[in-house]
């Protein structure tokens, strides 16, 4: 039995599915299959997995399904795999030559149930390459090849990595009991937050892994309509609701998951819909907040260490997490920003 299974989610990207494939097939590792999962694709990316699988049947299988979104594959993948150990590769992405070497043997000789590097940003037609540390330095500073364990202080600053799936190797027995929501973005938040909260020790490498595109025209980070932000929306709620049955949820993660409604607060802005639709969506992203409450001194506590908000704002985060005087300041939040998006809808 192989020691890991690479999972590729396969929708629309027919010009990129090659290149993908390639790079798995060059690692210098041979412990890993693929199981390239075709989510309904309306183009020719069914033809190049039948390829893929012809040409190497003992390393690619493939998997068609009905159109169910990043959620849907990851669900019905998780349930396929019979290798301890897994990793998401993107279908627009590549993986360096050693990935997979890498990854598996940090994760072999540390124990760790999560294995994190860093990754490259690359671009459509361009060879050029950002490395990128695949966290926030602005609030941490991950030391390579260190094991991270579940209630240390420093374990903290796993919150500030990115969650896309770029460069992670996931032990299977995190993920298992996950539920993904189908047809929406955002769900490889859900697969790395659950799966930190469930993890006992993490390590991490510094060494760029993964090529990130980062500017392909239809990347769901770009996508600000009314059902990509609703969905986004759901997702999130999804991860506070999983995250209340995990026992020992170190408190950061909440002050994390108020962060997550700030940012969502301030992209609706942006959304492309009626007036109606945003205002559903504000309606939607309070009851996220509200989710939220019942771990105010939490998360007011890291707060207090990592905000760099202005004065005006940090009162009005404090009004927005208290339990009294949420309803009445989210109301007026949520007038001024209606007001703000039908004068610049016109």
Known sequence: MKEVTIIVPIYNVEKYLRACFDSLLNQTSKEFVVLAVNDGSPDGCDAIIREYVDRYPEVIKGIKKENGGYGGV???????????????????DTLEPEAVETLLNLAKVSGADLTVGAKNFVYEDSSEKD???????DFAELLPNTVYRKGSTSF?????????????????????????PEKVGYTDNLLFYISLLNA???????????????????????????KAMN?????????????????????????????????????????????????????????????????????????????????????RDRQLLNERSEKRTYQRLKKKMMKEFAGGSQ
């Open 156 to 180: 903290n600053d796993l919150f500030f990595i990115d969650p896309s799936p770029h460069a992670k190797l996931y032990k299977t027995t995190l993920a298992q009991k996950i539920f993904f």
């Open 74 to 92: 990851l669900q019905l993948a998780i349930k396929e795999l019979d290798t301890p150990y897994f990793l998401v590769c993107d279908p627009d």
């Open 131 to 137: 490395y990128d540390f695949a966290y926030n330095r």
């Open 200 to 226: 006992d020790t993490v390590i991490y490498t510094d060494t760029a892994l993964s090529n990130y595109l980062i500017n392909r025209t239809g990347n769901s980070m770009q996508d600000v309509s009314y």
């Open 231 to 315: 969905g986004e929306i759901g997702v999130f709620k999804t991860i506070l609701n999983q995250a209340s049955r995990i026992k020992d949820v170190p408190d950061i993660f909440w002050y994390r998951m108020f962060e997550s409604f700030k940012f969502m607060l301030y992209k609706t802005r942006r959304v492309n819909g009626t007036t109606e639709q945003y205002e559903e969506l504000l309606d939607y992203l309070e009851t996220y907040l509200q989710k939220l409450l019942p771990e105010r001194q939490e998360i007011l506590t890291y707060y207090k260490q990592y905000s760099r908000t202005k004065v005006l704002e940090s009162v």
